[in-house]
């Protein structure tokens, strides 16, 4: 069974490092991309980025790059995403997620459960 | 960036009835590149369609997807209690891939 499987709740204080994961299982995990979804609380979805296992091309989101690094390793095919200093505004649920088609951008079909995070002081 | 704007804001309808979802691209999307999702609280979104018209694996054919260029339409035939959700759109045909602001189906 195919599966994205992501770390559990955060909660950080502004300053603050985090780094979240997303394990897939299932599949040839070098071979799909993977993006990261970010929502905010009671809205909608915003792409963030998305990187591609396989030899770590990564792409960003201009409303994002700079903001947060996407990694992954493939020898526990495990994506991440981190930041080096939170701030309150980064309080949201974050999902992983594949597309349909191996080595292609496409529609998600495979979604994590999502990870939330909170950043408070 | 390619901005997605959907529309209504909120759809009021009936168990039974007819839903026309409405997602309008800035410019043209590549190659019909166009997605729909359905999404319910505290859930993750669900593929509805992509290619904008070709159903995901195990959705039922009362959704469909029409559309191409900058204008793309959802359409649930009959509503049944369990489509009552929120709807977005996406296009992954240029980079920044992005998401319209979405569409709630509330049940009237």
């Known amino acids: 069974e195919v599966q994205l499987v992501q770390s559990g709740a955060e909660v950080r204080k502004p300053g603050e490092s985090l780094k979240i994961s997303c394990k897939a299982s299932g599949y040839t995990f070098s071979n799909y991309w993977i993006a990261w979804v970010r929502q905010m609380p009671g809205k909608g979805l915003e792409w963030m980025g998305i990187?591609?296992?396989?030899?770590?091309?990564?792409r960003y989101s201009p409303s994002f790059q700079g903001q947060v690094t996407i990694s992954a390793d493939k020898s526990i095919s495990t994506a991440y995403l981190q930041w080096s200093s939170l701030q309150a505004s980064d309080t949201a649920i974050f999902y992983c997620?594949?597309?349909?088609?191996?080595?292609?951008?496409?529609?998600?079909?495979?979604w994590g459960q999502g990870t939330m995070v909170t950043v408070s002081s | 960036e390619i901005v997605l704007t959907q529309s209504p804001g909120t759809l009021s309808l009936s168990p039974g009835e007819r839903a026309t979802l409405s997602c309008r691209a800035s410019q043209s999307v590549r190659n019909s590149y166009l997605a729909w999702y359905q999404q319910k609280p505290g859930q993750a979104p669900r593929l509805l369609i992509y290619?904008?018209?070709s159903r995901a694996t195990g959705i039922p054919d009362r959704f469909s997807g029409s559309g191409s260029g900058t204008d793309f339409t959802l359409t649930i035939s009959r509503l049944e209690s369990e489509d009552f959700a929120v709807y977005y759109c996406?296009?992954?045909?240029?980079?920044?891939?992005?998401f319209g602001q979405g569409t709630k189906v509330e049940i009237k």
């Open positions: 990187i591609y296992p396989g030899d770590s091309d990564t």
């Open positions: 997620a594949r597309p349909l088609v191996a080595g292609s951008f496409d529609a998600f079909d495979m």
């Open positions: 290619g904008a018209s």
């Open positions: 996406q296009q992954y045909g240029s980079s920044p891939w992005t």
